[in-house]
């Protein structure tokens, strides 16, 4: 126990009447919302960026309304990318309506509801903020003019006169912040907002039903709540720790006791319900999404030792000096456990949790603000490994509680003018450089500069480049190369490089920048796609189709591969037509039935490539014949005479053994064709099986006793049989049939 006396609580002054406190939050919520909408009222028309294409105009999953439970039940909803798709429903959901109120795909909607959810939070904040400074359970604080539940604790030292405007400092902090700005204009952060929303209206409540005295009925609203938080995004998983902190430091409950945990087990047990639902009746897995499952605890301990150094030195450096944040910034991980940059986050780490230690009793809720800040921050910035070591919205559902400690802090120490002022330039500077980071999520073109001025991973040089393309294509090609020479598999790097190497002419090069990309990224229909792409500006539609269908094929639910390999298949089929190339209309007629297998598109199929396959012989192209018959015979078992065609290309490949199979199948269909019996007796016969192939010369002849061939070669396999008479009167057949002209 610390038995250190406790700071001296100022004289309360007089409370003010119900309907001055009434008025005084009405002016409140409308100054946070009048304060929020004009700073992020720029930030309507800003672009889609990063996730934002694969989780909302290239999802059309959102693109109609009902039912609105196919999001419970199917995750894919959430991302058209797989390795995007994770199991927050709330997200696609939300963002379904956004799109029907809008009648279609519009930034200012998405973005509209992206500021009216980050003003929720903020006026639900407000009124967090004021219970937990009127003290913790059953309403007995020191603030209250009655002795607290443990001698010499105070939830605060500021006086219950000031506590609105205590309230109302840290909400419009936090309403502006460039941070708080990050989820507003990045659209498919939304996520985050909904989970803080909702996570923030279930501890408002909680800490309200823990002052009340009772009201079991709340707890419907407060469950309810979590669960819809959990739905949102996982990062609700810490609100257990959330409510344990508040209990043992405003709440004044001891570690140890039952009551205390019993508290803690209803919310405890949602989350452990949420990810048994989702694993056990959904088969899905966050956890495995991430490949957090695969992680060992060498790669828990370099994570961790990483984001010790990346709390001091990008994610608090973020709160103080905004201006150096970006997406996708380059953080090196660290590898030593003697690493400066690690040692000082760790010392910032223990520090502020020993000064909150010092504080628990005297101003419990600064103790409570700081690991509130901590705990916030643990489900992805602690030890369990994420796919970006440093993400700028990871600090937003931590930030509130970041200001509610400075704020309390400084209260403690500055007279009130020193305070108005220090408040007064804040919000100014947060509001100013909210207002100036807006302009940064404007286009491709600022967003990635933004990121590659002070460093940034191999994607976010990709991305930059892209957007440079037709505009300084040099620069582009520059970092294209410096992204792949950091991370050769980069997909997406080989993608644009070979649609760069394309535009700019050097076509074979890109080509095969293309091809690389395919082969390091053959099950993801993007990389399709775009080699699809590619081939059409290179002007060869042949090579463009495959790729096209194959990216229905891997991702059958985006209606943007659908479109484009059926403009790609009517094209191909169109210049094929005007060519007279049947090879290649045989080709795209394959590929309409892969996107759509009518009988009709079969049939017309079917036909194109038996005329294909004859072509082929004409030219003396027997590889072709066989591979057009065997696709032909995939659909259907015979047409006219494909299985004779289809032999004749087989013998002629030398391929006497499969010849023999595809004469005799010809044969079930057309048993009195002459020539059938003819060329199968021949493949018998360099095979070696003489006698049957007696059988088939002569059965030759009886369908066409002209065919004085046959008397030629069975002279030779009657001779191999040992039957020298009959072999000598065939062969005075066929001579007396040459001497007959």
Excluded at 602 to 614: C, F, G, K, P
Aim: net charge neutral; proline share 5%; aromatic share 12%.
């Amino acid at each position: 126990m610390d038995d250190s006396p406790s700071p001296a609580l100022p004289a309360a002054d007089p409370p003010a009447a119900p309907g001055i406190r009434a008025r005084f939050h009405v002016l409140a919520v409308l100054l946070i919302t009048g304060l929020t909408v004009a700073v992020f009222w720029t930030a309507l028309e800003n672009a889609y960026h990063l996730d934002d294409h694969y989780r909302v105009p290239g999802n059309p999953a959102i693109e109609q309304l009902h039912p609105m439970g196919r999001h419970f039940v199917d995750p894919r909803t959430s991302a058209t990318l797989p390795r995007l798709v994770q199991y927050r429903p709330l997200l696609p959901l939300s963002m379904s309506i956004s799109y029907a109120l809008a009648g279609g795909h519009s930034v200012v909607a998405y973005h509209a509801g992206n500021i009216l959810l980050h003003l929720l939070s903020c006026i639900v904040f407000y009124g967090l903020v004021l219970s937990l400074l009127r003290g913790g359970s059953r309403g007995a604080t020191p603030a209250d003019g009655r002795p607290a539940a443990t001698p010499g604790w105070a939830a605060t030292t500021v006086a219950p006169a000031h506590h609105g405007w205590l309230a109302l400092a840290v909400t419009l902090l936090y309403a502006v912040h460039p941070v708080s700005g990050v989820p507003v204009n990045y659209i498919c952060a939304r996520d985050l907002l909904l989970m803080q929303v909702f996570l923030l209206t279930s501890f408002w409540t909680y800490v309200g039903w823990t002052r009340s005295g009772g009201g079991w009925w709340r707890w419907p609203l407060i469950l309810g709540c979590y669960a819809l938080s959990m739905a949102s995004k996982t990062n609700g998983v810490a609100f257990p720790a959330l409510v344990l902190a508040y209990e043992l430091t405003l709440g004044q409950r001891r570690l140890f006791s039952l009551r205390t945990w019993l508290r803690v087990v209803p919310f405890a047990a949602l989350a452990v319900g949420f990810f048994v639902f989702t694993r056990e009746v959904l088969d899905f897995s966050d956890v495995e999404q991430l490949g957090m499952d695969k992680t060992t605890w060498g790669d828990r301990a370099e994570y961790g030792r990483t984001m010790l150094k990346v709390h001091s030195f990008y994610y608090l450096r973020n709160v103080l000096w905004p201006f150096f944040m970006r997406p996708l910034p380059a953080v090196a991980e660290v590898q030593s456990w003697l690493d400066p940059a690690m040692l000082f986050g760790l010392l910032v780490v223990a520090g502020s949790l020993e000064f909150a230690w010092r504080r628990r009793r005297g101003a419990a809720a600064i103790t409570f603000a700081i690991l509130a800040y901590w705990i916030m921050f643990a489900p992805t910035s602690s030890i369990a490994p994420f796919r970006y070591l440093a993400v700028d919205y990871r600090g937003y559902p931590s930030l509130p509680y970041l200001f509610l400690a400075v704020c309390l802090v400084l209260h403690g120490r500055l007279g009130a003018k020193s305070r108005r002022l220090v408040f007064a330039a804040a919000l100014l500077y947060a509001a100013g450089s909210s207002l100036w980071h807006n302009t940064i999520w404007r286009t491709d073109a600022t967003f990635w500069e933004q990121s590659v001025k002070y460093g940034a991973r191999p994607m976010g040089m990709v991305n930059y480049a892209r957007s440079q393309f037709g505009v300084d294509d040099e620069t582009a090609h520059r970092y294209l190369t410096e992204a792949i020479d950091l991370d050769p598999r980069n997909v997406v790097a080989h993608i644009n490089l070979g649609l760069l190497e394309i535009r700019t002419g050097d076509v074979d090069t890109g080509i095969a920048s293309l091809d690389d990309a395919v082969r390091m990224g053959d099950t993801w229909a993007d990389a399709h796609y775009w080699r699809a792409k590619g081939m059409i500006n290179a002007k060869r539609i042949a090579d463009a189709g495959p790729s096209a269908v194959r990216a229905v094929e891997l991702d059958p639910r985006r209606p943007l591969y659908r479109e484009y390999a059926e403009s790609v298949v009517r094209s191909g089929i169109k210049d094929a037509r005007a060519r007279d190339d049947l090879d290649q209309l045989a080709q795209f007629m394959a590929l309409r039935v892969r996107l759509d297998a009518t009988p009709q598109n079969e049939e017309q199929l079917v036909s194109t490539l038996y005329q294909a396959a004859w072509a082929a012989r004409g030219r003396g192209d027997h590889l072709a014949v066989v591979q057009h018959l065997a696709q032909l015979h995939s659909l259907q078992d015979a047409f006219e005479q494909s299985r004779f065609l289809e032999g004749l290309g087989l013998q002629r490949l030398g391929r006497n053994g499969d010849a023999i199979v595809s004469y005799r199948r010809a044969l079930e269909s057309d048993p009195d064709y002459a020539q059938t019996y003819f060329n199968l007796a021949y493949a018998l016969m360099e095979q070696g099986a003489h006698g049957e192939a007696v059988d088939h010369f002569l059965r030759t002849l009886v369908l066409q006793p002209d065919y004085d061939e046959c008397h030629l070669h069975l002279a030779t396999c009657l001779e191999a049989l040992g039957q020298s008479a009959e072999a000598a009167r065939h062969r005075a057949a066929y001579e007396a049939s040459l001497q007959d002209g």
